[in-house]
């Protein structure tokens, strides 16, 4: 059953460049991890991650320091 989550995750970059990448997916329980990680990664290679310092770029190798998942809806009885 596909339930909605909210997503935050957090880490450095190669220079100790901070991010954050947040978001919201609708998909069944599996499925959650994988899909925010590839959620996250796609802001951050792609410049849409929250950086710590403005301006200053994310290089990797990345770290994950961070990751919470909340489900933002219950499921409804049918």
Known sequence: MKKKYQFIIEGTGA????WTATGN???EFN???DLAMRDA???L???KAVYGKPGV???GPY???SVVIKQT???RDV
């Open 73 to 75: 809806e219950r499921a």
């Open 63 to 65: 770290d994950v320091t």
């Open 41 to 43: 990664f796609m802001q």
């Open 57 to 59: 770029g994310c290089n």
């Open 25 to 27: 997916i609708e998909c």
């Open 31 to 33: 499925e959650v991890f």
């Open 15 to 18: 220079n100790g460049q901070t």
């Open 45 to 47: 290679t792609s410049g």
